[in-house]
């Protein structure tokens, strides 16, 4: 066939438009994407680009990172991705997305998928392999948080979770409880907050979670000094106080109980050198295990490792009250434990922090131990002899110094 030469060259140039439709808006992103989590699917092409940015996606994800109390410092654009997908290249940090995925896909199924993605930033995640299913589930109990926040709805959610799986270990049902929990805690937050007066009745029956009380025992036990809180009048200016030092020592983590007249701060599990108390400066820092509503996900978790030496685990709580208090005869159970850590309050509810810290006051630091032996790996509470007193623990953690002690 012969092709008059003015048609073939119009036929060339609506094939290569077909082909590269929008070469001029794209470039090669030279990113290492091994460490990373891409929503659904799992897969990711060799060669990414990125196109130009959307700012209407840009300005969602400035609002769920504000809603899930983060910061949005990781650098987003929109590239050939499947859905949506959060990178780790050494330091940096990304958030790509599909601008196909987001046309294409509901309100519940952009903003869920978005918020999970941030939800790893948020984190500090680092998506190896044997951290994988714990991020997955904290990358969905973010999302739940802020997906509550967003006001959308716990039905919308089951639909987009059953529609769109993850691609990673986690089921459906853990996917689940993991999102509902996020939820349930941004609306208790809510509740209160929503509560005209710091004396409204209706505050009793949203009051934090209770820590147990007398708290259980086998704890090493120290009673901060009484001149590191010295000038602090309220409840919430003793939290502040608190929280600058773990903070400082990387105890981000943190969940809050009320105590009789006062509260609970408890830190997250953390593996610690047995040699001399003091703190792990790598990865297994945080052995930390999914929030789950029994102590299966620790023993799951832990057993799952191959721990190639004895690990010694602790966490703190730190108390004040100004009520006495013994041990209970109650050891820490399993699910005690675990509910410690996920169901207490992200912070210090305010009519709590408003209340005055007078005389009679205390602040009281516990410590409990546990031990991962190397023959089963199963991690038992150390009890009755704990390996180090509370003052060592507080002094090797950094966190003696941070109070001023
Ligand atoms: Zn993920």
């Known amino acids: 066939m012969i092709i008059n030469p003015s048609y073939r060259s119009l036929l060339i140039f609506l094939l290569s438009a077909a082909a590269f439709p929008s070469l001029h808006a794209q470039e090669l992103l030279e990113i290492n994407t091994v460490q990373r989590c891409i929503y659904s699917g799992g897969l990711m092409d060799e060669e990414l680009y990125r196109f130009s940015d959307s700012d209407r996606v840009g300005a969602w994800i400035k609002e769920l990172a504000e809603l899930g109390e983060a910061a949005a410092d990781f650098e987003w654009m929109q590239a050939n991705v499947e859905n949506v997908s959060a990178v780790l290249d050494g330091e940096k940090r990304y958030l790509l997305y599909s601008l ?18 941030i939800g790893h930033h948020a984190n500090a995640h680092t998506f190896s392999a044997e951290r994988r299913k714990t991020e997955e589930l904290e990358a969905d109990q973010f999302m739940g948080y802020v997906l ?6 716990k039905q919308d959610i089951e639909s987009f979770l059953k529609k769109i799986p993850s691609s990673y270990e986690p089921t459906y049902a853990e996917r689940r409880a993991a999102v509902f929990e996020g939820f349930d805690k941004a609306e208790r937050a809510l509740q209160i907050r929503s509560l005209p007066f710091d004396d409204d009745p209706r505050l009793e029956g949203l009051t934090l979670p209770g820590f147990p009380w007398p708290p259980p025992s086998c704890n090493a036990r120290f009673e901060v000094p009484e001149s590191t809180f010295s000038g602090c009048k309220t409840l919430g200016e003793v939290e502040r106080k608190l929280r600058t030092a773990l903070d400082a020592k990387g105890y981000a983590q943190r969940s809050y109980f009320s105590a009789p007249n006062g509260f609970a701060l408890v830190t997250q599990l953390e593996q610690y050198n047995a040699a001399d108390g003091s703190v792990r400066n790598d990865r297994t820092r945080w052995l930390d295990y999914p929030a789950k509503d029994n102590f299966a996900g620790l023993l799951d978790y832990l057993t799952s490792f191959v721990m190639p030496q004895k690990g010694y685990f602790r966490l703190f709580v730190f108390i004040v009250t100004n009520q006495a ?25 305010r009519p709590l922090a408003a209340a005055p810290f007078s005389t009679g006051y205390d602040v009281t630091a516990l410590v409990y131990e546990f031990e ?10 150390k009890c009755p002899s704990p390996l180090f007193d509370a003052l060592t623990h507080l002094r090797k953690s950094g966190l003696a110094k941070g109070l001023g002690f």
């Open 148 to 153: 509550s926040k967003k006001g959308v709805s």
């Open 372 to 381: 991962v032996p190397e023959s089963n790996r199963k991690p038992v509470q």
């Open 100 to 117: 196909d995925f987001i046309e294409k896909s509901n309100r519940t199924e952009v903003l869920g998928a978005l918020a999970h993605e």
């Open 325 to 349: 208090f013994g041990g209970s005869a109650q050891r820490v159970s399993k699910d005690q434990a675990t509910a410690w850590l996920s169901q207490g309050f992200n912070k210090l509810p």
